[in-house]
């Protein structure tokens, strides 16, 4: 079954700590994979998906398929990046993203 | 910039309404999707449509249909609002089936009292 599973509901960091947002999942086959962030009163929008490997914001994610990984990480968190996390994956049929619960990031100053 | 807009930020209804949630996008694209979103849950997919007059369910279609008459526009349709259905009801679109970016519209807050 393809799933997409981010243990963490919420993580609670301090300002200038690193973040690392964790994301598993479940496919066979060749994924593709997106990180999505939603800021307070905002819409739900694209952060990074894996295939442009690049980096926005400061943040990065590597697809790690030998575990099935594909973790959003920054080295210095900011108080600006405390929002709602999700990870997605597209599936193998009818245009859709598979969504992990979401992860709420909290910045402490 | 892509603009996916919602009939509603707030809606409040009671139960046993028929209740329509109207999605509009600006820039031709051909999937459209709806979703709830849930503390805990995260996003779960009702419906969605790849064409003009074009739908399949999502993993919780129960209790809606959806309507598409026009290409830029997608309707979700509550039969019966119950309050189990009090939930963010975000829209989203797509370019085409083999993009997979989706743009979310700013959700519409449903209580049903």
């Known amino acids: 079954a393809q799933r997409v599973t981010q243990p963490e509901k919420l993580l609670s960091v301090f300002k200038g700590a690193p973040v690392e947002l964790k994301c598993n999942y479940s496919?066979?086959?060749?994924?593709?994979l997106f990180w999505y962030v939603q800021y307070s009163r905002q819409r739900l929008q694209l952060l990074l998906r894996?295939?442009?490997?690049?980096s926005i914001k400061g943040f990065t994610a590597d697809l790690n398929k030998g575990e099935t990984s594909f973790h959003l990480k920054k080295p210095f968190a900011q108080e600006e990046d405390s929002a709602m996390y999700y990870c997605?994956?597209?599936?193998?049929?009818?245009?859709?993203?598979?969504w992990g619960a979401g992860t709420k990031l909290i910045i402490k100053p | 910039d892509v603009k996916v807009t919602q009939s509603s930020r707030y809606l409040v209804k009671r139960t046993g309404e028929k209740v329509f949630l109207e999605c509009v996008q600006d820039?031709?694209?051909?999937?459209m999707f709806w979703y709830r979103q849930d503390p805990g849950l995260g996003l779960r997919l009702i419906y969605f449509s790849y064409d003009v007059k074009m739908k399949e369910k999502g993993d919780i279609p129960e209790g809606y249909s959806v309507s598409r008459e026009k290409k830029e526009r997608f309707s979700l349709i509550l039969e019966s609002a119950s309050t189990n259905q009090t939930s963010m009801y975000l829209c989203a679109s797509s370019i085409s089936p083999t993009v997979y970016e989706q743009y979310f519209g700013p959700g519409t807050r449903l209580t049903v009292t």
């Open positions: 496919y066979s086959g060749s994924p593709e």
């Open positions: 894996h295939i442009s490997r690049e």
């Open positions: 820039m031709d694209h051909e999937n």
């Open positions: 997605a994956l597209s599936g193998r049929s009818n245009y859709q993203l598979i």
